[in-house]
């Protein structure tokens, strides 16, 4: 099965790391030629690759899939929780797709961005009274690093950077998706 080009730039950001951090349009261009040669290549030199077609499909998945969240002149690109569960499913269909590593110091920061979750207040309330809606979205927005001022894509982009690294996490999992909720909701405000 071929992938469609927002399906194949989706599948090479989350193998470049973009669940967790930013990456830019031109890294996605060399690594999305990698594994499907030919799909994002000039027409009168097909041995080029068209920066502007990888541009266009990662604004069609974030557009029209809500898959990523970003944009091409301003931090780069970053899966949201729905992309990144796409492309977990789709990996495995492109050329060149391997494992997404971490490094010893991203995995150092993650256990360290794990920590300062555990201990906050926003999860000492949930777990205090069971109940979502006794977290306050003050609290929701510090778990995630944001203030009220954090709006648009910037506060989708830290949200759904948490998500994608700690959704899975079996403390905090459940709480980590219900905040998210909660801090997107108030920046819809």
């Known amino acids: 099965m071929q992938l469609t080009r927002p399906e194949a730039v989706t599948v090479a950001l989350f193998v470049l790391g973009g669940a967790e ?43 029209k899939k809500g898959w990523v969240v970003g944009s ?37 920061q993650a256990g360290r961005e794990r920590s300062r979750l555990l201990g906050s207040s926003a ?24 203030n009220v001022y954090v709006e648009g894509q910037a506060r989708e982009r830290r949200i759904a950077r948490l998500e994608n690294q700690f959704g899975d996490d079996p403390e905090l999992g459940e709480v980590v998706h219900l905040l998210a909720e909660i801090a997107r909701d108030r920046g819809r405000l």
């Open 21 to 63: 951090s930013a990456v830019d349009t031109e890294d996605v261009a060399v690594r999305v030629a990698q594994m499907s040669p030919g799909m994002f290549a000039w027409r009168k030199y097909p041995e080029l690759v068209d920066k502007e077609l990888v541009r266009v499909a990662l604004s069609d998945a974030r557009l």
């Open 72 to 108: 091409h002149n301003r931090g780069g690109w970053v899966l949201t929780a729905t992309g990144q569960e796409f492309a977990r499913s789709k990996a495995g269909q492109l050329q060149g797709v391997g494992d997404v590593r971490r490094s010893g110091r991203d995995e150092r």
């Open 123 to 146: 999860l000492a309330r949930f777990r205090e009274t069971g109940e979502i809606a006794a977290v306050s979205q003050d609290d929701a927005d510090a778990f995630f690093r944001i």
